[in-house]
């Protein structure tokens, strides 16, 4: 099922953290993503100072990642192990309790999302991160996905603020549940 808990953390590892799309997760992805970030968040800038405060960031989750997941001490992290470390880390636990550099990575992930950096991700910010990893050929399932993240205050705000986001990150990967209200945090997920 695309949107079971198996699936879900597939998806972290693949569309999130797994820049190179070799399968696994070693430290080049997090140098990658500490590039990716900072040009992204600086839309088309990269300053050497923001550079370097996203490679302390993406780095000291790698570190805190292969702490947890690489069981075999080889480097690298498959999506087993990750799912063996987000059952450890996350499952059945709020935002507050997840491990510190995860933590500090949805915290930028929600900066790079928020491209008009009003604080609040909007449906066209949605639909601009949803069509950058995912082939879809209908907004409406798109606009239909995000629609069902959103509770009376979300709406009333214009869509999902930091606070919001990180609970619903939370949600995406500690409720094992096939029908937690996160499951379309990312858009409609494939299998």
């Known amino acids: 099922m695309a949107y079971s808990w198996d699936n879900r953390v597939a998806f972290v590892v693949r569309y999130l953290y797994d820049i190179d799309n070799n399968g696994y997760l070693d430290a080049h992805d ?13 839309k088309g800038d990269c300053s050497a100072a923001r550079l370097q405060k996203y490679q302390h960031v993406m780095l000291s989750l790698w570190e805190e990642i292969a702490q947890l997941a690489d069981f075999d001490k ?60 995912m082939v879809l050929e209908d907004i409406k399932v798109i606009d239909d996905a995000f629609n069902s993240l959103l509770n009376d205050d979300d709406r009333r705000k214009g869509g999902l603020t930091l606070s919001r986001y990180q609970e619903l990150f939370a949600q995406f990967l500690g409720d094992s549940s096939d029908n937690c209200q996160a499951i379309h945090l990312f858009g409609p997920l494939e299998l």
Do not use: W
Request: aromatic content about 10%.
């Open 74 to 133: 080889d480097g690298t992290i498959t999506v087993e192990e990750f799912k063996q470390a987000v059952q450890n880390s996350c499952v059945g636990r709020k935002y507050e309790d997840f491990p510190q550099a995860m933590k500090a990575f949805i915290e930028t992930n929600f900066r790079m999302i928020d491209i008009n950096t009003d604080g609040v991700i909007g449906i066209e910010e949605y639909r601009y991160d949803c069509v950058q990893r």
């Open 30 to 42: 997090f140098h990658c993503l500490a590039l990716r970030t900072c040009v992204l968040e600086g």
